[in-house]
Structure formats: C-alpha cells, structure tokens
C-alpha cells in the first residue's frame, strides 16, 4: 500500500488549531471551512514528548461518526515516521444547516467519542439528523473547495487535502437522497456572492447539485430530482429546466418554460433562465422582453440587470447598456469561510512519486514575486470578484468591441461629466426635470435618439490626472529595464489612450447640495419602470437628462483605462521588438499577469501567446489553463490532452486525491490508482470522451512520452467517466 501525501502544519503549542476552530464558529456565514484533522503524535523513546499536527481535508464521506474515525485510522499506518506514532486523533466537521461543528475523537488503541459543539462550545449530541446535514454539507463544501484547475484555490489555504466526494453511483444516489429530503431548507446555506437574498433555488444547495449534474454529466438523475422536487413546488422548475438544457432536451425545456411562466409569471428565475436560452439562440429581442421582466420582478438582485445589459451589449445599444450597468445593486464581496489558524511551529508538504514531472518540479522552485514590475503589480482589476467582476467584464467586452475612444463618447453622452457639472453651476442652470427619471428607467424603456455616440462629439476634455492622481506624461516601463526607446513608446501610447474625465457622482451633488438638476438612480422607483417611451425627454444628451454615474462604474472606468495603458504599452514594446529582431524578455510570472490582463480585456489570441511564453520559462497552472481553452475552442484533442496531462498532474501534487481506488487495465497491466479530484478537469476529459471516444483518449495517453505514473492519473479520469457510463465511454 502506498503511503498517502499527508501535508503536515506541526503547532507551535499542542491543542492551538482546535482552539482557534472553536473561536471561529461564532463567525462562520455560509458552508463553513474545510474539514480540520488534529492528530498528536507521541515520542516512541519520551511518553510524555507530544506533538500537535493537522491538515484539512474536504470530501470524506462524513455520513456517520464510523467513516470519520475510519480515515483518522489511515493516518495510522505510515511507514515514513518510525520515531513518533500516533496516539489520538480528532476530526472536525462543519454543519452548515444546524450551526454545529460535529466532531469524532479517535483514541489510539482505544475508543472512539462522536459529538458536536455549538457556537458557545457547548457539547452535545449527536443524531442521525445531523449526520445526514453533516454528509450533505461536506459534498457541496468538497465541490465548493475544488480547484478550477488554475491553482488559484489551492494557493489560497495551505496543507488542504480534496478528495473526490462522489465516485461511485451508490454514492450519488446517497447524495441526491439528502439533498431531496433537505432541499427546502437548502436556503440556510447562503448563496453565490452575486445573490442578495438566497432562496429556494438560489443558494448553495442548487448551487452544488446543478455543478454536480453539469461536471458529471448525470443528467437523468438531476431531471429525476427536480422532477419529484417540482411536484412539492413550481418555482423549481427553472432547475429542471437547465438540466434539461444540459441535457440537449430543448424541446422539454421550452415546454416546461411555457407552463411555469404561465403559473409564475413574475418568478425571475424563470425568467432569467427563458431569458438565457433565447439569448443561446440569437433572439436577442425574445430576450430582452424576457430581461426587462426579470428586472421587474426582482429589482434588487444584481443578477436580472447584468442580463439586461449582457443582452443590450449583444444587441449593440452600448448607451443602454451602461445605464443598465450604471443601475445594478453591487454587493460587497464574501469569500468563503476559511480557516484562520495561529503561526505554525513548522509546515511539512511531502509530494507522492507518482506526480513527479521535471517540468512541474522546476516550477515550484522558479517563482519569485520579486520578478514583478510594480507597474503590473498594481493593477487593481485583477483582484476583482463577485458583482465587480461581472461588471467589469461587461465594460470589457464592450470595450472590445466598439473601442475606448467611443467608450467615452458614449459616457459622456449619457452621464454628466465633471466639467460640464462645473459650467452648469456657473450659470446657474436648474431647469426642474420629471422625477420618475433616471438611468434605470432609461434603460428599461429603450433606445433614444443619437444611440450609441453616433456624431456627438459634446464631451469635455480629459483631465490632466490620471486615475491614481499621476501626471499624464509620466511613463512607466511594464517590465524591468526602461531606455530611451521604450519611453518613446509608451509616451506614444500614453498619448494614443484618452484618460477618461471623472463623472459626477450622486453622492458630490447631494453632498453639496446644489441647484443643479440631474436624474439619480432611485431604487424605490425600479418596479415602476417598463413604461411606454416618453419622447419629451429621451434626449438624453441634454444636460439636464443626463444620469450621475454611480461611484464604483466611475472608478471602474479609471481602472480599466489603467488596464488599456499597460496592454498597449506591451503590444506596442512587442511589435517594435520584432521589427528589430531583437528579444523581448519577460520573467515568467510577467506572462503570466500580462496572459490574464489580455484575456481580461477579451484579447484571447494575445493571452494564450503570453501564457505560452510563460510555459517556456517554467510551468504554470493559471497559464495552461488558459492554453487549455484555447486548445478546446479549436479543436485540437491531442494538444488538449497534453494540458491536462500536466494539470492532473500539478494537481494530484497538491494533495487533490481520493482514498479510494480503482481497478482498472492499461494494455494488459492491472493499476490501482488513486483519484485526483478537479471538478473542471474532470469536464474537460468528460467532453472529450464525448467527441473522441474513451479507448481513442486512452490511446492517445498511453502514447505520450511521459512517465507512467504521471499518465496513469489521466487514465484515473477516463474510469470515473466509465464508472458513472458517460456518453463514449463505452468506445
């Protein structure tokens, strides 16, 4: 038996981790962290010498106290360490839906003591109950806690062990039956950061189940589950139509669509999920109607106005879009709970054999943050999530597709610009407009005469200043070395990109109390909006009917022209560097931020060229990731394999396994392998099976001219696909 990778965080005073766990429990908000084992390891020489140690774990079968102490056991039966053994150990698992953290404490010979502390740390017992939110919770934390593939997840806690918590159908017909018999209380678990208020079909619950169906492609049991779900209450119905969907059964989703909007006419997830599908099939003014309900309906989720300016950016009336963007309720962003544990005497991080890879290897040695030009350090849209970053997505996108120039000309149509705020106050100008006016209502009313900047050439001036308050003709090289030639350069390019004005803000009127009169968002006045047209005043462009931008669309524009300098600065560098044969040097976490700054502004062909730049300095996660797409958007199968390969791999490294194994032959030798687990990947290989076939996957692995080991985890893959009779895994 092969020893498992057990990371090791070895604390400085014995019993500090489980204190801090119990500290935390009146603070956690959603799922809860992942699991915490505590193992203490006595000297074999000194009886009374003990040393704490523990790691996380997520998707361990947490059905009974049984299962729980039976992973503690495997932690027994390490060859490695012969001068200290095991003596106890504790295992902690959060019940997200009862507010308790269930704990079996494993004594080593001995016994075994399961129960679970509340919030105050009061003890108490444990019921079958429990266990069964206990096992629930820990599938949807083990998907929660995957890793897309990227590496971005496992960087972010340290020593965490995933498991795959679903492997066999047994196991998922025991999944889907608590998550029926739980479903109605599924909304105690919170939601997606983008959600306000979670509900019955928007919380973690669904959240889990709908990437569950999508990862394994088990449709049939998602549409069994929804099915027996919809009879208790319609509003599942926008659930089952997804499988649907998922599933290529089109035709019963429309139907079902039809009667459920017919019974529920104002349930928004119905809406955004009509909304959605007319949108996939190019009836984008079918799904603006469908939108602009879905506004209706639920006003105050952000989710129902980023469709509606997802659909006007596909309809192309940029002007609309930005004051349905202008309008979207932004919430501040939640991460998931995570452990908050005192400094560790020591971290050990062993890795198994079977994931050794020259090239992996080299990377984890070749990273160094002092690399970095502090120029792309600091670029602040990186660090975007949850609403900001759907947002800023769709500045992006519009961006790329009419350019920053019009941009701007298109701002400063619909928005009141600083200077032309200043001019105003001068004279005096407080012309009384219709109160039921902003950009909400705009927005949900339609297009308005000169749409989309055509002719107007109205806007003010930039400003000399740029977004943090810098000159405009100072110039900062984008990676080390800076001469003569490349300040020319991005002089050039700082001339080329306009510097946005700053808008004028709801709050700088109401703070100071002006005459002036401008239309601000109202929120009350959101479920009055779909009217018919007012003609009198759709000319926005007047002073007087332009909208205050709200604060953070502002500062999204300032971070995206930061954006656009940097990338252009780089491409401008790159093409003269060619032009004079000469090199273009980049460390390799420079490619790396310059692949996702390209890919952030929908540049892809230049993200994947900077994302393989990367890979030929070291090897990178994030980077082939992003080839990774690349690859599967043309079609190139083998290449495709070749990514994964490594992925599989880099992950398997970083303990995402599975205790268990499974059997299976390779051209005539028997493995028994142990499983990784990445939801993402696993998707990727389930697609590919679905279009090549397995025994062609198989083939093409089995020929790669890497090590046995390393391409008997991708083989793992292609069996679990096996295993729950995915599409072509049968040939």
């Not at 962290?33 to 774990?57: A, F, N, Q």
């Not at 950061?193 to 449709?219: A, D, F, M």
């Not at 971290?347 to 198994?352: A, D, G, M, N, Q």
Request: with cysteine; net charge negative.
């Amino acid at each position: 038996m092969v020893a498992p990778a057990l990371p090791e965080i070895i604390e400085e005073d014995l019993g500090s981790s489980i204190e801090s766990r119990n500290e935390a429990l009146q603070t956690l908000r959603e799922l809860g962290p992942p699991d915490l084992v505590h193992i203490i390891k006595r000297s074999v020489k000194s009886t009374s010498r003990e040393t704490g140690i523990y790691h996380h774990v997520t998707g361990v079968d947490a059905s009974s106290s049984a299962s729980l102490a039976a992973y503690v056991n495997t932690l027994t039966h390490s060859p490695n360490d012969k001068t200290q053994k095991i003596v106890s150990g504790l295992y902690c698992c959060y019940n997200a839906f009862s507010r308790l953290d269930m704990r079996v404490d494993v004594k080593i010979p001995g016994g075994v003591e399961s129960y679970c502390i509340d919030e105050r740390g009061d003890k108490r017992v444990a019921s079958e109950a429990l266990w069964l939110e206990t096992f629930l919770c820990a599938v949807l934390r083990a998907y929660s806690y995957a890793d897309d593939g990227s590496g971005d997840t496992i960087k972010k806690i340290i020593g965490v062990r995933r498991f795959d918590p679903i492997t066999s159908t047994e196991v998922e017909h025991k999944f889907l039956d608590a998550a029926e018999r739980l479903f109605f209380k599924g909304w105690q678990l919170g939601s997606e950061p983008e959600i306000q208020v979670p509900n019955l079909v928007s919380n973690h619950l669904t959240t889990g189940l709908i990437n569950y169906i999508h990862t394994t492609g088990r449709y049939a049991s998602g549409i069994n589950l929804f099915e027996k779900l919809r009879s208790r209450d319609p509003e599942i119905s926008s659930l089952l139509a997804r499988v649907f969907i998922f599933a290529d059964e089109e035709v019963q989703a429309v139907k079902l669509l039809h009667e459920a909007i017919q019974e529920l006419p104002m349930d928004y997830s119905l809406l955004d999920c009509q909304a959605t599908f007319c949108q996939s099939k190019g009836r984008l003014d079918w799904a603006l109607e469908c939108a602009k309900r879905g506004v209706i309906a639920a006003p105050s989720e952000f989710g129902t106005w980023a469709k509606l300016a997802e659909i006007y950016v596909g309809l192309e009336q940029w002007d609309l879009a930005l004051l349905t963007l202008n309008s979207c309720p932004m919430f501040t962003y939640q991460d998931k709970d995570a452990p908050r544990m005192p400094e560790p005497l020591r971290v050990l991080l062993p890795v198994l054999p079977e994931s050794n890879l020259d090239e992996i290897d080299e990377s984890h040695h070749a990273f160094d943050g002092e690399n970095i030009h502090p120029t792309l350090r600091k670029l602040h849209a990186a660090g975007y999530k949850g609403t900001f970053l759907k947002a800023y997505s769709l500045l992006t996108e519009i961006t790329a597709k009419i350019g920053w120039d019009q941009l701007l000309r298109i701002r400063s149509q619909v928005f009141v610009m600083e200077e032309e705020y200043r001019s105003e106050k001068q004279t005096g100008g407080s012309q009384q407009t219709e109160p039921n006016r902003n950009a909400s209502t705009t927005a949900l009313r339609g297009a308005s005469p000169g749409v989309n900047g055509a002719g107007s050439d109205d806007h003010a001036e930039s400003q000399e200043e740029g977004p943090d308050g810098t000159d405009s003709s100072t110039t900062i090289a984008v990676g080390g070395e800076t001469n003569g030639d490349a300040t020319g350069a991005e002089a050039a390019t700082n001339n080329s990109i306009e510097k946005p004005e700053h808008s004028v803000t709801s709050e700088v009127v109401k703070a100071g109390n002006e005459e002036v009169c401008v239309f601000t968002p109202n929120v009350e006045l959101y479920a009055l909006t779909l009217v018919q047209p007012d003609p009198s005043h759709s000319n926005y462009t007047h002073f007087q009917n332009k909208r205050l931008c709200e604060r953070w669309l502002d500062n999204l524009f300032m971070v995206l022209y930061e954006d656009l300098r940097i990338y252009t600065i780089w491409r401008t560098d790159l093409a003269r560097s060619k032009q004079e044969a000469s090199d273009y040097k980049k460390s390799a976490e420079e490619w790396e931020i310059l692949g996702e700054l390209a890919e952030r502004l929908h540049h892809f062909p230049e993200a994947v060229e900077a994302y393989q730049a990367c890979l030929r300095i070291r090897f990178s996660p994030k980077a082939m990731k992003g080839v990774l797409k690349m690859f599967e958007t043309e079609g190139k199968y083998g290449e495709m394999l070749q990514a994964l390969i490594r992925l599989i791999a880099w992950q398997y490294r970083w303990y995402s396994e599975v205790r268990i194994t499974l059997s299976m032959t390779i051209r005539g030798r028997q493995l028994i392998l142990r499983l990784q687990f990445s939801p993402a990947l696993l998707r990727t290989v389930r697609k590919l099976i679905e279009e090549e076939g397995a025994v062609k996957v198989r083939s093409i692995v089995q020929a790669t001219s890497l090590p046995q080991p390393v391409l008997d985890l991708t083989h793992r893959y292609v069996q679990l696909c096996a295993t729950f009779r995915s599409s072509g895994s049968d040939g």
